[in-house]
C-alpha cells in the first residue's frame, strides 16, 4: 500500500504569515497533485508536477517536487483567508489501463483575518 | 464549476432504503471514480472505472454497487447502508494524465 503523510495535519495561522505544508512518501510517484478543497465541495486541482525537482508558482502559491519523486511542499506567502482550507496532495500510479490517484489526508488550513 | 456534476447534493435515507447517486461529466474522460470522504479519514478509493469497465474495486462493501452506462455517467446504487457509511461521496473523473476533477459531492446520512 502506497502511503502519503501530509504534514501538519491542521494548521492555524493570521492573515499575512508565510508557511510551508508537506506531503511525503516511500514510494515513487509518476507525477504528483495538490488540491484545496473548501468545507462542502469537492476537492480542485490546484496543480501537477512530474520531474523530479520541478517548482512551479500559482500566484503565491509555490511547489515542488522532490528530486526522487517521493515528496513535496507547498509554500504559500503572505497567506490570505481565502486562502483557508483543506490542501491534498495525490501521487499517481500507472499500471497498463489502470488509472489510480493515492490522496493524503491533508492539511487543514485557516487563515485568521 | 469542473464539468463534473453529481447528484443529489444531500440524501438522508433509512437503513432499509434502497437510493442512487448520480454523476456527470462531459469532459471527454476515459477514467470515472467513486471517493468516499469521513472525517479523520483520507480520500478513500471505492471505485475505478476506464471506458465504461471497472478497472478497480477497492473492497467496497456489496452494499454499494456501482454502474458506469458510458463514459460519462456513473452510478452507485445504495442499499442497507450502515449509520458508518454516513460520509462525503465524491465522484471524479480524468483522462490518462490523471488529474482529476471532482464534482461537489453528495452528503449521505445514514439513520
Known amino acids: 500500500t502506497q502511503l502519503l503523510e501530509q504534514s501538519p495535519q491542521f494548521l492555524s495561522i493570521q492573515e499575512g504569515e508565510n508557511l510551508t505544508v508537506y506531503c511525503n512518501s516511500s514510494?515513487?510517484?509518476?507525477?504528483l497533485q495538490w488540491y484545496r478543497q473548501e468545507p462542502g465541495e469537492g476537492p480542485v486541482l490546484l496543480v501537477t508536477?512530474?520531474?523530479?525537482?520541478e517548482v512551479k508558482k500559482l500566484k503565491r502559491l509555490t511547489f515542488q517536487f522532490g528530486d526522487a519523486r517521493k515528496d513535496s511542499s507547498l509554500h504559500i506567502t503572505a497567506a490570505q483567508p481565502g486562502d483557508t482550507g483543506l490542501y491534498l496532495c495525490?501521487?499517481?500510479?500507472?499500471?497498463?489501463?489502470?488509472?489510480?490517484?493515492?490522496f493524503g489526508k491533508g492539511t487543514l488550513l485557516t487563515v485568521n483575518p | 464549476e469542473t464539468g463534473v456534476t453529481q447528484t443529489p447534493r444531500h440524501l438522508v435515507m433509512g437503513m432499509t432504503n434502497k437510493k442512487s447517486l448520480k454523476c456527470e461529466q462531459h469532459?471527454?474522460?476515459?477514467?470515472m471514480y467513486w471517493y468516499k470522504q469521513s472525517a479523520k479519514k483520507p480520500l478513500e478509493l471505492m471505485f475505478v472505472y476506464n471506458f465504461k469497465e471497472q478497472t478497480e474495486n477497492n473492497s467496497v462493501p456489496s452494499r454499494f454497487s456501482p454502474e458506469c452506462p458510458n463514459s460519462s455517467h456513473l452510478f452507485l446504487h445504495l442499499h442497507t447502508l450502515q449509520p458508518e457509511d454516513s460520509a462525503l461521496y465524491l465522484c471524479?473523473?480524468?483522462?490518462?494524465?490523471?488529474?482529476?476533477?471532482f464534482g461537489q459531492g453528495t452528503r449521505l446520512t445514514v439513520v
Open positions: 508536477v512530474v520531474t523530479g525537482g
Open positions: 495525490a501521487g499517481a500510479r500507472s499500471g497498463g489501463s489502470n488509472y489510480k490517484l493515492t
Open positions: 514510494s515513487v510517484f509518476s507525477s
Open positions: 471524479a473523473s480524468s483522462r490518462e494524465d490523471f488529474e482529476a476533477f
Open positions: 469532459l471527454g474522460h476515459n477514467a
